[in-house]
């Protein structure tokens, strides 16, 4: 019985998350650091607790999450338009691989003054940002999975005829899905970082603030208990979108293919 709820990824992490908070706990009652800077667990869920009550971190949780979507949705788009244009041509193929290597490295939050000079301090700042740092980092990882795709392929779909758009749509995207979905995961962690450092820089863009722009003020007002119930939400979303979308798409697809080992 025992073995088997070992066995089980999420008892496992459950058991991982207690023994840090009991660590947490030990450390607060040890007095080592001050109780200003180094609040104890329960204050924290304490504070999380009443945010949820009034509803303020399902508002500000929403508005991050619906500028995430946005930008997701724009790059994805952009990504797919480069992809098809790359594998039409030879030439823009070598310009994106020119521009991934000069911009992939370039983090986003340096394009800040940029953004701002361009699209002035709002929600078309932080797209921007959020774009560019998705953009690249999934072209690379699309076209790298698309040149190691066997050249027998290739030529088995130009045998039967097919034009280079069904080559992409019936021969790359599938052979290549591990690449995409690694490449779609890559962009979702650099955007979900991307978006919270914007968000502390550029504060709130309309109506409301998102979580980045709520540490931001809980910092202010040294509201730690509060800054750590908020940064706890942001670890929470991004276990969620880890095991709940992107473990179901591969074990739904490239797992159930045979396409990597059950065992990773």
Not at 55 to 70: A, C, E, P, Q, V
Not at 215 to 223: A, F, G, M, Q, S
Request: charged letters at 15%.
């Amino acid at each position: 019985m025992y073995k088997k709820l070992l066995d089980n990824i999420v008892f496992r992490r459950f058991l991982y998350i207690t023994f840090f908070f009991l660590i947490w706990q030990l450390i607060y009652k040890l007095h080592i650091f001050s109780a200003i800077l180094f609040p104890s667990p329960l204050s924290v869920l304490e504070k999380l607790y009443l945010e949820i009550y009034d509803g303020s971190l399902f508002i500000k949780t929403g508005y991050t999450l619906y500028l995430i979507l946005i930008g997701l949705l724009v790059s994805f788009l952009i990504t797919a338009g480069l992809v098809v244009f790359s594998n039409i041509s030879h030439i823009f193929k070598d310009l994106m691989r020119t521009l991934i290597s000069v911009l992939d490295p370039l983090p986003g939050i340096a394009l800040l003054p940029i953004a701002i000079l361009w699209f002035g301090i709002g929600k078309a700042a932080i797209i921007f940002i959020m774009v560019h740092s998705i953009v690249w980092p999934t072209l690379l990882s699309v076209m790298a999975g698309f040149d190691s795709i066997p050249k027998i392929y290739r030529e088995v779909g130009q045998n039967i005829g097919l034009s280079k758009l069904q080559m992409i749509k019936d021969i790359y995207v599938p052979a290549a899905f591990p690449n995409i979905l690694m490449g779609i995961k890559n962009g979702w962690a650099r955007a979900w970082r991307s978006l919270i450092a914007a968000e502390m820089v550029f504060g709130t863009t309309g109506a409301i603030g998102g979580l980045g722009w709520d540490i931001y003020l809980k910092r202010n007002y040294l509201d730690m208990p509060g800054m750590l119930a908020t940064l706890l939400v942001l670890m929470i979303i991004g276990i969620l979108i880890e095991d709940l979308f992107f473990k179901t798409v591969e074990n739904k697809t490239i797992r159930k293919w045979g396409m990597i080992s059950n065992e990773l």
